[in-house]
């Protein structure tokens, strides 16, 4: 029933720039915080960036200063402005969030992930 889609990943060269967004939806359900992870090759998935309902963020040291996460509550869609990209960002990046449902409480829910490339 819910479902969360990430879009915006692609080839980009370092130090360019690529906006990811996360659209959700399906049955009557409220969100509160949401992220961005992310998986490289031969590596576990990492937090990148978190945001809360009330807009409070928060950033992996790795993309602090070159990414930036929002939300808009309206459409139940998140984003994450990546700049200055670096090939260690080339990763499968994923949407997460905390989905309130009527009748059953919270659900962690995941996308499908999107690819980020970034050449050297």
């Given at each position: 029933q819910v479902q969360l889609v990430e879009s915006g990943g692609g080839l980009v060269q370092a130090g360019g720039s690529l906006r990811l967004s996360c659209a959700a939806s399906g049955?009557?359900?409220?969100i509160n915080?949401?992220?961005?992870?992310?998986?490289?090759?031969g590596k576990q998935r990492e937090l990148v960036a978190t945001i809360t309902r009330g807009f409070s963020t928060n950033y992996?040291?790795?993309?602090?200063?070159?990414?930036i996460i929002s939300r808009d509550n309206a459409k139940n869609a998140l984003y994450l402005q990546m700049n200055s990209l670096k090939p260690e960002d080339t990763a499968v990046y994923y949407c997460n969030a905390e989905i309130v449902i009527p009748g059953y409480g919270l659900y962690q829910g995941w996308g499908q992930g999107t690819q980020v490339t970034v050449s050297s």
């Open positions: 049955s009557i359900f409220s915080a949401m992220g961005w992870y992310r998986q490289a090759p992996a040291d790795s993309v602090k200063g070159r990414f």
